[in-house]
């Protein structure tokens, strides 16, 4: 089973059928809760999420300690100028891939001087994009101790696919931070 397969097993197959509208925004309170007892920060690189990553942790009051900032890299070639992620990388795999989405977490670590990571790329739909199905998403999170992807085959309409990519990515966050902290 390819790294990509068993992240999706480990992951599910896409948003719960009646997802609780609330759970992103506890995510993202969490993620800056503990970010900010710890005294260490993220920076977020966003593709298909176009912003959405950040906007839900700015939501949250005292996000402005602990966010650095974010890069919304839509286009491939930013993939490469802005965050660092390598040429050869896009060439041979395209943009929608894990490793591509580690790169991008830990460029954006890199470039604004964050302790943490984040990073989505995928297709949102509604059809297929660079070889992938729409649906297709990859999340990173990069710490200090390297990078960790996953990926998700999710299920819907594209804000939907937008809307679960971001309670997924943050969800990794808490659990890489739970982990760090622990």
Partial sequence: ????????????????????????????????????????????????TGGLVSGALTSVAGASVVLRGGVVAYATDLK??????????????????PEVASAMAVGVCRILGATYGVATTGVAGPGPADGKPAGTVFIAVADPAGARSRGLQLVGGRQQVREETVRRVLSLLVNVLREGLG
Avoid: I, K, Y
């Fill in 80 to 97: 490469e100028a802005l965050l660092g992620v390598p040429a050869e990388l896009l060439a041979r795999q395209g943009p929608v891939d």
């Fill in 1 to 48: 089973m390819s790294p990509a397969a068993a992240a999706d097993a480990a992951l599910g197959p896409g948003p719960d059928p009646d997802p609780d509208p609330d759970e992103t925004g506890q995510l993202a309170r969490l993620a800056v809760q503990l970010l900010t007892a710890s005294g260490r920060t993220v920076a977020v690189a966003e593709s298909l």
